[in-house]
């Protein structure tokens, strides 16, 4: 991938976004947030499908759940790494039967629609997923891939909508209010530095592609994954079950492409909360994990992922978990 690709593929920011919303970047959160909730669409029974398939919480057994959302259906590259997350999470990381996937792409093949990732759609999947959950003991994997804002909102398209924007606000009411306790957030977005505030607590772990002025790269269509989410999942997660470690990994597999492609550091960002780290540590002990999983989605320009940096290096032998 060139630089200038590269560049072009990062456009998240302020000028693509007051173009291609109709309101702008600038439309007051506070407007969205006020608005009356959406008549329900007909896909909604998609969502209701996945969430009355889900596997029951295995009792005395931490249990992994699984929620992905890909805001922007008009780039393939995020649907993409929601499906790789579902198939990740079920066949490696011993959640099979508990992963919500909310996609705004057409469907593939017709007549068989994701749910829509949207507003309404978040707090369902986070509600049915509370109901199923040990809330004292099983672990929410939330994973948002999709376009950032400066003023760090998230972009959720659809064709035939109207484009809408969900902020850090929205994001921690739908997980408040569905009464899961501890979560694992992770934004491929630019700008994604900027959710942390919002939705960190002594019980989550927030992990952002970019700094909160910065922006991430490797949306557009001619990618296959975001730098992140390529370096993260199919990198980190693939070698390693702890999402702190994976991050680390991925971190400075970004930080070696965007060196050599010369762009502007995106500076990956991590919080973690007091009491996280143990309710982990307690899930990663109950998993044998599953044999890595190759990334199926090929870049058009036939990008070869471990020269460019994008895979994270294996760990020493014995920390696998």
Not at 235 to 245: E, I, K, Q, R
């Amino acid at each position: 991938m060139t630089r200038r690709s590269a560049l072009l593929l990062s456009l998240c920011t302020v000028p693509l976004l007051a173009s291609a919303i109709g309101f702008g970047v600038g439309y007051a959160a506070s407007k969205l947030e006020g608005k009356a909730a959406a008549p329900p669409r007909q896909d909604d029974a998609a969502l209701m499908v996945q969430l009355a398939g889900l596997a029951p919480q295995r009792p005395g057994h931490p249990d992994l759940f699984v929620l992905g959302f890909a805001g922007d259906g008009s780039e393939q590259v995020f649907e993409n790494e929601v499906l790789f997350l579902r198939d990740l999470a079920g066949q490696r990381l011993d959640a099979a039967g508990r992963v919500i996937t909310l996609s705004n792409h057409a469907a593939t093949p017709p007549g068989q629609p994701w749910p829509e990732a949207t507003r309404a759609n978040l707090r369902k999947a986070l509600a049915g997923l509370g109901e199923r959950m040990d809330r004292e003991q099983d672990v929410l994997l939330l994973y948002f891939t999709t376009h950032g804002t400066e003023d760090h909102q998230l972009l959720v398209r659809r064709e035939g909508r109207q484009d809408r924007l969900l902020t850090p606000a929205m994001i921690r009411q739908a997980l408040d209010e569905s009464g899961i306790r501890h979560r694992v957030i992770a934004i491929s977005a630019c700008f994604a530095g900027g959710f942390i505030d919002a939705l960190l607590d002594p019980d989550t772990l927030v992990l952002a592609a970019a700094r909160p002025d910065r922006a991430s790269f490797g949306c557009g269509n001619d990618s296959a994954a975001t730098f992140f989410g390529r370096a993260w999942l199919a990198g980190g997660l693939n070698h390693t079950l702890d999402f702190s470690a994976a991050f680390d990994q991925a971190r400075l597999a970004i930080a070696t492409r965007e060196k050599a492609e010369t762009l502007r550091p995106s500076r990956p960002q991590l919080a973690r909360g007091d009491r996280i780290e143990g309710t982990l540590a307690a899930w990663r002990t109950g998993v044998t994990p599953g044999p890595s999983l190759p990334y199926p989605y090929t870049d058009p320009e036939g990008l070869d992922a471990e020269a460019a940096g994008l895979t994270a290096p294996r760990p020493p032998a014995g920390t696998s978990r």
